[in-house]
């Protein structure tokens, strides 16, 4: 049997009576490991062996090479079984305004934006620093151009957005005792006091979630613990202390429903979801889903975006022509010299910290757009005039910064791609393709 810290096996032996074997056991088996193909990205290999996670569209089990082609490119994004359930409750639409309040590393904001198709708005917000870059150049490889990415806490974003948005998710954070069998190093931080510490932080982050939430709109907690104290008592408290209601999660492939007698016999618990290690595939998870009252239009300002000179509008639509089979979707935006295109019903951001917003289009130059190493991931081979399928001997003596050729004329900036999924921009001069990789990410 695994170490558990102490006071962990008691709670769970008295809250699980008899079941609390076959729960322990789990343990001592491997994690349940899998992976989301990406619905932005074309098709290129459409037979997959690996077999699908029942409650995850596009999701399946299995493991992902952290410097393969298909990671790499943002073809697919490693996220464990049972967090795909997440935004599968969620449900968001294209052409709603969406925000992931706790986002990093990125796992259920790159599926939020699968739901979305590039329509609307994913704001996706991170607290701390670090993460949110990390959550960025997640975002960024996995091809989403519909997002702002902003690096806040909680409170100071509900000062700013008031029932700004559709749909919700407070993915918070937790005891994190789902993630003990994948990852025992979460383990140090436990302590028998632990989730009610964690609990009184929820309750503060769903106070400001709600209030960012438009009448009539829908917003999801989870976590990824078993805590009673962190999921059924914080779904019941919500439900009873803030203007939110819980509505009915569907459950099935082994997907049970939250206990009401570890909340107070509160019933409407019942209205939630737990994902348990040993009734399915997957480590544990708790899912609320909530609606606010009332139907109405989404409140407040709209972002209002820098303009372009005349210069650079002709500047930009001179690669578009050249290089591109279509001009970008979007509300184009110049700060000085730097050309960003962020999605259409973007909020105001002028009151909150933006790591990004939308993509980074490229930059002007005297007389020309020279165009940025994101569009390699915002775009896909058919939105280049030219893109170039490279060997893997190619694909790996350009990320290590050298210079390619290919028998082509003209000048343009190409997609160069791998099996057909797109890595680098290359600049072709009578063909030579210039090295435009950048350099920090040179491998
Ligand atoms: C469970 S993780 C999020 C995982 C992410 N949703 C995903 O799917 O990849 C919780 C996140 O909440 C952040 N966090 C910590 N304290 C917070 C607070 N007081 N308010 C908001 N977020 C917080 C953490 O930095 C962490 O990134």
Redo the contacts with the bound molecule.
Sequence with gaps: MSQFPNGFEAKYQQLLGDEAASFFATFDQPAQSGYRTNPLRPAVDAENSDPQVPWSQWGHYGKVQGNGIEHVSGYVYSQEPS?QFVATVLDPKPGERVL?????????TTHIASFMQGQGVVVTN???RG?AKILASNVERFGITNALITNN??ESLAAAWPEAFDRILV????SGEGMFRKDPEAMQYWNVDYPDECAR?QKL?LQSAQAMLRPGGTLVYST?TFSPEEDEQIASWANANLPLNLVPIDKDFGIESGRPNWADDDDAVKMTARLWPQHLNGEGHFVAKFVKADDAAIHGKLADVGRLSATQRKDYEAFVKNDLTHGLSGQLMAIKDQLFVVPVGTPDWRKVHVVRAGVHVGTFKKNRFEPSHSLATALNPADFQLSIETTQEEYTQYRHGDLLHRDLPGKHYVLLTLNGMGYALGKLVNGSIKNVYPKGLRV
């Design positions: 967090a992931d309040l706790c986002a990093a590393p990125g796992g259920k991170e607290i701390n993460r806490d909680p993915d918070a954070p937790c932080r982050i990824c």
